[in-house]
């Protein structure tokens, strides 16, 4: 059996209709209604932490991407989808992909990347379970699943509340709420 060379290289734009269809077959339609996709539509995927790994021959092989999110108006990445075509999986490609974007993530300063997905895949690579209650998300998610990996130490500290994509989302004062209640 001959080894397998491929290269991680960050996403470009030339990579889209590659990794859609990727993400329909790895995900398939049912990926539009869960809560880690609903938390990122309408959120750019952070360009700088989003890699593919691409075969000597130019193929797709896997994806992953970073989107900027925010735990209460703590900054943090959220991890997926990450995704690699089936005939390739086992390889150690995903966790590459995985590997090369928390790094890059660290270097540049970010402190958690949070996912959902199960605890035997993602622990090796410094994923923990929430505690229960600690962080919310916007939608039904199995607590079991939801995972973060602190990229520096104690990043976690102090972090709670809802999960949004984008900006922070500031609590609107007394005053604010009473003037857009009677508008």
């Given at each position: 059996?001959?080894?397998?060379?491929?290269?991680?290289?960050?996403?470009?734009?030339?990579d889209?209709?590659?990794?859609?269809?990727?993400?329909?077959?790895?995900?398939?339609?049912?990926?539009?209604?869960?809560?880690?996709?609903?938390?990122?539509?309408?959120?750019?995927?952070?360009?700088?932490?989003?890699?593919?790994?691409?075969?000597?021959e130019?193929?797709?092989?896997?994806?992953?991407?970073?989107?900027?999110?925010?735990?209460?108006?703590?900054?943090?990445?959220?991890?997926?989808?990450?995704?690699?075509?089936?005939?390739?999986?086992?390889?150690g490609?995903?966790?590459?992909?995985?590997?090369?974007?928390?790094?890059?993530?660290?270097?540049?300063?970010?402190?958690?990347?949070?996912?959902?997905?199960?605890?035997?895949?993602?622990?090796?690579?410094?994923?923990?379970?929430?505690?229960?209650?600690?962080?919310?998300?916007?939608?039904?998610?199995?607590?079991?699943?939801?995972?973060?990996?602190?990229?520096?130490?104690?990043?976690?500290?102090?972090?709670?509340?809802?999960?949004?994509?984008?900006?922070?989302?500031?609590?609107?004062?007394?005053a604010?709420?009473?003037?857009?209640?009677s508008?």
């Amino acid at each position: 059996m001959s080894t397998l060379s491929y290269t991680i290289r960050h996403e470009c734009p030339s990579d889209d209709d590659a990794i859609e269809a990727l993400h329909a077959a790895a995900f398939g339609p049912g990926r539009f209604a869960r809560t880690a996709f609903r938390i990122r539509e309408g959120v750019p995927q952070d360009p700088r932490l989003s890699f593919v790994a691409v075969s000597g021959e130019g193929e797709l092989l896997g994806s992953v991407r970073l989107t900027p999110i925010h735990i209460g108006g703590a900054p943090a990445q959220l991890l997926g989808p990450l995704a690699v075509i089936s005939s390739y999986k086992g390889l150690g490609i995903g966790r590459t992909l995985m590997k090369q974007s928390m790094e890059e993530a660290a270097r540049l300063g970010e402190g958690l990347v949070l996912l959902v997905g199960d605890l035997s895949y993602y622990g090796p690579s410094g994923f923990v379970r929430v505690p229960q209650g600690r962080i919310t998300l916007p939608g039904p998610v199995d607590p079991s699943r939801l995972l973060i990996a602190e990229l520096h130490a104690d990043a976690l500290n102090g972090v709670c509340g809802m999960v949004h994509g984008g900006a922070p989302v500031a609590p609107k004062s007394t005053a604010q709420a009473v003037a857009s209640a009677s508008i």
